[in-house]
């Protein structure tokens, strides 16, 4: 079982930055994708990002390559999801996700654990 708890969510302006915190406790984080989702009111989960155990591999969705960076430290057991120049579409509640498979990083179904989700909100 892994248990996944995010933060550094909060309020912040257009343009701004924040960078989100994903604690993990449990066996093997460091063998697992982790990813982050997101979701609006009134819209799906969608994909933000994602890393592989080895931090080789990283994948963004489109609206936010460029923007943000996905990185891990597996010997805190912690990843991180940096976030520039953010914009009002951006706000959302944001998830941390786990995948012990390493399948398909950008289906939130392959994602066995989940955080509680922390909330980021971007004033225009």
């Known amino acids: 079982q892994v248990q996944l708890v995010e933060s550094g969510g909060g309020l912040v302006q257009a343009g701004d930055s924040l960078r989100l915190s994903c604690a993990a406790s449990?066996?093997?984080?460091?063998?697992?994708?982790m990813g982050w989702f997101r979701q609006a009111p009134g819209k799906e989960r969608e994909f933000v990002a994602a890393?592989?155990?080895?931090?080789?591999?990283?994948y963004y969705a489109t609206s936010v390559k460029g923007r943000f960076t996905i990185s891990r430290d597996n010997a805190k057991n912690t990843v991180y999801l940096q976030m520039n120049s953010l914009k009002p579409e951006d706000a959302a509640v944001y998830y941390c996700?786990?995948?012990?498979?390493?399948?398909?990083?950008?289906?939130?179904?392959?994602?066995?654990?989940w955080g509680q989700g922390t909330q980021v909100t971007v004033s225009s």
């Open positions: 996700a786990a995948d012990p498979y390493n399948s398909r990083w950008y289906e939130s179904d392959e994602y066995d654990y």
């Open positions: 449990g066996r093997a984080f460091s063998g697992y994708t």
């Open positions: 890393i592989r155990w080895s931090s080789s591999s990283t």
